[in-house]
T-cell receptor
């Protein structure tokens, strides 16, 4: 099992450009998440999807959109990148309810710089 | 809302020293508690967890006990190694919800 995979690993954008971060998991989890990690801020939840076909806003959703393409895949889109979106982005998937006690499994991250 | 407070770092220790990283929480309902570890350049991975009061989670020599009376889940290790250098995150999830609340992380540096 690959676990949670993310592409790309690194990306540099100019202000105003758009891009999509891809995430896939092969653990048959219902829940998937997008976080951003900034120095001194810990992890902040951008969007999550509790199940296929549903998405909900997290703590910092402005400037982002998501798509839960199917049970395996959950993408994050930046429509018009801004320097404030320079960050490390992590995708995670959650354990099934009533098993695995809600442990989250994280991908390796995407390091995004917006110039 | 739910929140997690953990001690600020960085924490610098010599090899074989005793480690404590404090974590306290506020939560509606009855949370499960976690410690995650992030090694340089990697994503977070679960270190240990506890799901009810007085449970002790343990892994790789690390331990933490779920203390409901003090709303705490402090991480301890008796003898740290250089390879333990990483950022440690305390986290909780409230049953019935599927969002995790993370602390801001504590960076540990162990020197030989």
């Amino acid at each position: 099992n690959a676990g949670v995979t993310q592409t790309p690993k690194f990306q540099v954008l100019k202000t105003g450009q758009s891009m999509t971060l891809q995430c896939a998991q092969d653990m048959n989890h219902n829940s998937m998440y997008w976080y951003r990690q900034d120095p001194g801020m810990g992890l902040r939840l951008i969007y999550y999807s509790a199940s296929e076909g549903t998405t909900d806003k997290g703590e910092v959703p402005n400037g982002y959109n998501v798509s839960r393409l199917n049970k395996r895949e959950f993408s994050l889109r930046l429509e018009s990148a801004a320097p404030s979106q320079t960050s490390v982005y992590f995708c995670a998937s959650g354990g099934l309810r009533r098993s695995d006690t809600d442990t989250q499994y994280f991908g390796p991250g995407t390091r995004l710089t917006v110039l | 809302g739910d929140s997690v407070t953990q001690m600020e770092g960085p924490v610098t220790l010599s090899e074989e020293a005793f480690l404590t990283i404090n974590c306290t929480y506020t939560a509606t309902g009855y949370p499960s508690l976690f410690w995650y570890v992030q090694y340089p350049g990697e994503g977070l991975q679960l270190l240990l967890k506890a799901t009810k009061a007085d449970d002790k989670g343990s892994n790789k020599g690390f331990e933490a006990t779920y203390r409901k009376e003090t709303t705490s889940f402090h991480l301890e290790k008796g003898s740290v190694q250089v390879s333990d250098s990483a950022v440690y995150f305390c986290a909780l999830i409230t049953r019935g919800y599927q969002k995790v609340t993370f602390g801001t992380g504590t960076k540990l540096q162990v020197i030989p």
